[in-house]
Every structure is written in C-alpha cells, then in structure tokens.
C-alpha cells in the first residue's frame, strides 16, 4: 500500500494531493503541463521538500517529524528525458545501480527483462533513446525500489520508440509497483486502468476511469473532459 | 640555471595539485544556486586576475613578513616569517593563481547541472558518495584545464614571486626571473637556452595531457580505442 499526502507551495503552483495506491501493479497520475505531476513525483522521491506523508509497504518515508533523505528511501526514478551517466558504459550505469542496490536483485534476470544484454559494453552516447529509456529503467531496477516513480519517461522518444518500450513498462509494472505520470492517455490507456487526474495542483475527485473498450475518440474525449480543455 | 629551472618545476607541481584540492570545494559551492554572498566571495575570488601582481605580492609580502597577524598565529609553531622562502612563493601562487582553478572547475561543474547528482541520490548514492563517484568525473576536463592553467601559470610567474620570493639562488629564484636577470647582464645565450627550453616543456606537458584525457574518456565511455 502507498499513501501519500502532500502540499506546499512550489513557484507558482500550490499542490495539495492525498490518495492511496496499491502496493502492486501501475498507477497512472495525468494532468496537463503546470498541473504539478512533476512537482508531485519529485516530492513522493524527496528531491523536493513539501510537507505531508509518504508511506511505501508499511515504511514511512516522510511524515510531520521526519524526513527521509533521498538515498534512504527505497525509491526508484526514471526521468522525462534520458539520464544515464555519461562517463561510464551501459555496463558502469548497471554496475552503479547494483554496488548500492538496497536489497539483492537478480541482475541477470533484470538485463534478459529488458533485453539490453546486447547493450552492456556500449557507451551511452551510441545508445538510441528507446535503449537509452530500457537502460534507465533495468537501472532503476536494479536498485532494488520499493516503488519506481516514472515522468513521462516516453517523452523525448519518436512514435516508433514508445510503441517498442510501453511493453518492457508493462513488464516492470508486473515486477515493482509504479507511479507514472504522463499527459497522454493513449499511452496511459495501454498501461493501466488505474488513472488519477491533477489540475492546478488538486487530483480531481472523479473515481478512476476505465478506460478499456473504449474507441480513441472516446478515450481523447473523456481526457479532455478530465483535463478540464 | 638548473637551480631555478628545478626550484619553478618543484613550485608547479606543489601548486597544482594543492589548489586543485582548495579549489573544488568553493568552484563545488559557487556553483549551486543561491544569494548575493556567493557573487561576492566570486568577485574576491576573481581579484587577482585584475590586480597587477606587485599589488599581490605586496601584500602578501606584508602579510608573510614578520610582525603581520598570521605570523602572530604562527609564531607558536616556530615561524617567524615566511617571506622569502619556497612555502611562502607556494602560498604566494595558490593565491595568484586561485581564479585559474576555481573557474574552469565552476564552469564544469554548471554544465553538469544537477540531475546526475538526483538521478545518483536516486539509486542510493549519498551526497559524498554521488559528489565522488559523479560529479568529480563528471568535471574531469573542467579539472584537467584547471591543471593545465595553474600549472602553466604557476611557471610563467613573475611579479609576485619577485615581490615575496626575493630570488634567492636555490630557494627562491625561479626561470621568469633569472631569464630577466640574463637579459640584464646581456647574456641572450643563457636567456635563449631557458626561454626554448620553457616553451618546449610547456607544448610537451600541454599535449601529454590532452592524450591522457582522450585515451581516459574513451575508455570509461566503453569505447576501445
């Protein structure tokens, strides 16, 4: 089980979000640009500082007296655009993630998941940005997460790409629970049936929306609807 | 003339890599956001690009001299003054050359800007742990030019050693000022010898570190050269 209850300030957004998750399988969070989906995702990892509680599986990672450091939290994150290091191998990133891993993951299971095995001796930057996107998340893996936090982690590939890695998600998915956050909800619809909505900082109160068996136009619409455009 | 060629190398590769040290943690905190104070402690940090190095040295020279305040820290420990000595030009060039250190680290350090050091928190990397294993690597050409700047820097001094240094044969005389004092006596032979051997050197050093760093960059990247 995940709950979380934030709010604060942050520039111009004033966030105030409380809901629970479970403990297993994705949930999707979608909202517009400025909604504060990032905000929200960078606050449940602590590289932000809102006040509130986050609780993953029964272990509290912030609440009114305490506030877990990043690196304590079992807390996996892929970001929006591709960020593996550049001064080491797909290999080295691999390597990174395991040496501090908090609990024993299997690595070479995790490499054969995602297919990357072919991979490992490369440099990043002769990787594409669907490898790149596989790596990050056999990475974050590998760190042995209680909970992987995901923003919009197909953003900066092309159409190709994101049809090639929504599987190797839905796989990870199956593995660790995740919270991925994203404006599109095509994309959303092939992942999950699990869907919160943020607009201006506030989830909208709409139960979740399933969005299977419906048409594109159907999906499109009720996003737009949710969306508030 | 061996004396001062040996006495100028020994200052350069005391200095280098001390400064490297003293300046990493202020290019580290310079470079993180934050307030005024951080554009003030920059500017003092920048001076002695703009002040001519006599003003350095003579301050310095009043400031290692006997009777000055650090002295009086010093004294305790036996030293009276530390004008005219090699650990006074060692600290006359850690001061004259600080900026020559500090930027181009500072400069590596804001283009890496500060996801590797979120992405590392995130897979369970302290601050410390993340600062080592990901951002020093991160800056290595920031700190190879640092390298190459103080070191080159550090060889072609001349005002401030002059001033603090008072070329003394052996301890303090190092080539700048001994290729001056050969062209004082007109002796060009002496002076055409070190100046050819400097620039020799200087071109030698320069592209031994611009392969190191190749083959280094290659090879973490995973690329067999």
């Given amino acids: 089980m995940i709950r979380i209850a934030l709010n604060g300030r942050v520039g111009d957004l004033d966030l105030d979000v409380a809901f629970n998750a479970p403990g297993e399988g994705i949930t999707a969070i979608m909202g517009r640009s400025g909604s504060g989906k990032t905000t929200l995702l960078r606050a449940m990892a602590g590289l932000d500082r809102l006040t509130g509680e986050v609780t993953v599986s029964g272990r509290v990672w912030q609440d009114a007296t305490r506030f877990e450091l990043v690196h304590k939290r079992g807390v996996g994150y892929v970001f929006q655009e591709p960020s593996l290091f550049t001064h080491l191998s797909v290999q080295g990133n691999l390597d990174f993630a395991v040496k501090r891993a908090t609990k024993a993951v299997d690595r070479a299971e995790i490499i054969d998941l995602l297919k990357i095995a072919p991979l490992l001796p490369r ?50 998915g199956a593995r660790v629970p995740v919270i991925y956050v994203s404006h599109d909800p095509l994309e959303v619809s092939r992942l999950t049936e699990r869907v919160l909505y943020l607009s201006e900082g506030r989830l909208s109160e709409r139960p979740a929306v399933s969005l299977e068996g419906l048409s594109q136009a159907e999906i499109e619409a009720l996003a737009r609807q949710a969306l508030g455009g | 003339m061996i004396e001062a060629i040996w006495i100028t190398l020994l200052l350069a590769a005391v200095t280098t890599p001390v400064l490297l040290i003293i300046a990493t943690p202020i290019a580290w905190w310079l470079a993180q956001k934050g307030s005024w104070i951080k554009d003030v402690v920059a500017a003092v940090v920048a001076l002695p690009i703009v002040l001519p190095p006599t003003v350095l040295g003579f301050y310095l020279l009043v ?36 900026p020559f250190a500090v930027q181009p680290i500072r400069n590596a350090f804001e283009a890496m800007g500060s996801r590797p050091m979120e992405v590392a928190a995130t897979l369970r990397a302290s601050k410390w742990d993340a600062f080592i294993s990901v951002a020093l690597p991160q800056a290595r050409r920031g700190f190879l030019t640092a390298a190459i700047l103080v070191f080159a820097h550090t060889i072609g001094e001349f005002g401030v050693v002059l001033m603090i240094g008072g070329s003394i044969p052996g301890q303090t005389e190092v080539i700048s000022i001994r290729i001056y004092q050969a062209v004082e006596q007109l002796n060009w032979a002496e002076a055409h010898l070190i100046s050819g051997g400097l620039m020799a050197f200087s071109f030698v050093v320069l592209m031994t570190m611009l392969i190191i760093d190749r083959r280094f960059s290659a090879r973490t990247a995973g690329i067999r050269p």
């Fill in chain 1, 123 to 172: 440099a990043v930057s002769k990787l594409s940005g669907g490898e790149r996107q596989r790596v990050s998340l056999a990475r974050a893996l590998l760190s042995g997460p209680e909970l992987l936090l995901m923003d919009e982690p197909l953003s900066s590939l092309d159409q190709t790409a994101r049809q090639e890695i929504l599987p190797f998600i839905r796989v990870v």
């Fill in chain 2, 63 to 98: 400031a290692l001299g006997p009777n000055s305040p650090l002295m009086a820290v010093l004294q305790p420990f036996g030293v009276r003054t530390l004008a005219f000595t090699f650990t006074g030009l060692v600290i006359g060039s850690l001061v004259y050359s600080l």
